[in-house]
């Protein structure tokens, strides 16, 4: 059977890892809009997280299986469409992820000083599309609305000492706008309360422990909170217990609390505040603050709901990140979607309606969870496969041509597609570069320059 994986970010490796791990002769092609496989891997995971990078080992060694081919510099719903891979593939699995984000919707928004969350961490971590971003970090107040991991990657970036960065896979651009930043203080702003936040305590505990950063938390924020989280599950608690301690000023996790008193730089956590409007300064030109709505909570834990009071409250800030989440576009008109969830229509990852098309990832269950979340969905919708394969769902008598018959549309439509070994002469000039400058890697961010090295 010959099988097709469309994205090469952690669902789509997943689930050509699980496809040919337990099917002896399956072929999987896996398709990648970009020159460079690995989607978020690459793209979303923090530069000062290398370790998170490692899986990109395991998903080398599924590309390099002799039943795995890739193909990047395809993009699927354009170059060609999913109707054209389904006579080439018995199975079809779209795990393309979540490109675009979630809207704020409100007055200001499109402001100069105002960026979406995705489009800040793809500038700093090299995405093609956001590399001539040019955020404007002469502010001294960020304010970040968000209270997931990815809101505080942004303020451990816009905080850190450049020396850290300065051994990190960080691109060259980014580290010289950060090297010449005025940001000194970043509030991080949810709607809901501090049993709500959505970042897990490796991450808090990273950003309290940052150096040369002081946080700022109000006490009165977590009045009452020790007796409310006695029964919440342990991961909860013992987030909640981390930021009672850290507003209360006990230094049991915060190194040289004595050093850290004189720290030039602070954040900050805001709770039930919702954005109303990003407020313009006297030209009109940029940003210059923004207007919340004060709330109450409604119900309790991860239900509960934030109500507007009445009451407002305006901050002062130059540049606004909006970290509310990523969402997914439908790929091509042949494919249902859901467009009030972002996500394809599924069960277990089998397309409503279309036999032999399935999904997985963020596409499949929306933008959620880390990695380990991602690999087992991406693993249940594999599943769903070799279940299909096996039971005589998927008809395999009729062979299919696979990537024979995609390359002659492609060639038709003048597409060149970029191979694994080709990626790799990319990875190795990425590298040599990097390594002159003292980091892992120093990231092409041009896929036309990407093209020219191995002479496409």
């Not at 969350?117 to 304010?143: H, I, M, Q």
């Not at 954005?275 to 009109?284: F, N, R, W, Y």
């Not at 494919?335 to 969830?341: H, Y």
């Not at 080709?422 to 190795?428: G, H, L, M, Q, T």
Request: aromatic fraction near 6%.
């Amino acid at each position: 059977p010959r099988v097709c994986v469309v994205g090469s970010g952690p669902a789509g490796f997943y689930t050509a890892q699980h496809i040919l791990k337990h099917h002896g002769g399956a072929l999987v092609d896996i398709y990648e809009k970009l020159p460079v496989p690995f989607g978020l891997v690459r793209f979303g995971v923090a530069p000062d997280h290398p370790e998170v990078k490692n899986v990109v080992n395991t998903f080398t060694q599924t590309a390099r299986s002799e039943r795995c081919a890739y193909y990047g510099n395809v993009t699927v719903g354009r170059d060609v469409t999913v109707p054209e891979l389904q006579q080439a593939y018995h199975a079809v699995v779209l795990s393309y992820g979540a490109e675009d984000n979630r809207v704020l919707g409100i007055p200001g928004e499109n402001l100069p000083g105002v960026y979406t969350a995705r489009a800040f961490v793809g500038w700093y971590n090299g995405l093609p599309e956001n590399r001539d971003l040019k955020p404007d970090l002469s502010c001294e107040t960020a304010l970040i609305l968000g209270h997931g991991n990815v809101a505080l990657d942004i303020a451990r970036i816009l905080l850190s000492p450049l020396q850290l960065l300065r051994k990190t896979d960080i691109t060259d651009s980014s580290l010289a706008a950060l090297a010449c930043s005025k940001v000194k203080r970043v509030w991080l702003v949810g709607r809901r309360g501090p049993l709500q936040v959505a970042f897990t305590i490796k991450e808090l505990r990273e950003m309290i422990n940052l150096p040369g950063a002081r946080p700022v938390l109000d006490p009165a924020d977590f009045t009452g909170l020790e007796s409310a989280v006695k029964d919440a599950p342990r991961p909860r608690k013992r987030l909640t217990e981390l930021m009672i301690k850290t507003a209360l000023g006990k230094p049991v996790e915060m190194q040289a609390a004595a050093a850290g008193a004189a720290a030039p730089r602070e954040w900050g956590l805001k709770f039930q505040r919702s954005p109303q409007e990003v407020l313009p300064s006297a030209d009109g030109r940029r940003a210059r603050g923004i207007r919340m709505a004060l709330t109450r909570l409604e119900g309790s834990g991860d239900s509960a709901k934030a109500i507007p009071t009445g009451a407002v409250e305006e901050l002062e800030c130059g540049l606004v990140l909006s970290s509310i989440g990523y969402r997914s576009l439908p790929l091509d008109p042949a494919v249902p979607f859901d467009s009030q969830r972002g996500v394809i229509p599924n069960s277990s990852g089998r397309v409503q309606g279309v036999p032999g098309l399935y999904c997985s990832g963020w596409v499949k269950r929306g933008p959620t969870g880390v990695i380990i979340t991602t690999m087992n969905d991406s693993f249940d919708t594999a599943q769903s496969v070799l279940e299909d394969l096996q039971g005589g769902v998927l008809d395999t008598s009729p062979s299919r041509e696979g990537f024979g018959l995609v390359e002659s549309i492609l060639h038709s439509r003048g597409v060149r597609p970029v191979s694994f070994s080709d990626w790799e002469k990319i990875d190795a000039a990425e590298v040599a570069r990097g390594k002159a400058a003292g980091k892992p890697r120093e990231k092409i961010v041009d896929p036309a320059e990407m093209l020219q090295i191995i002479g496409h």
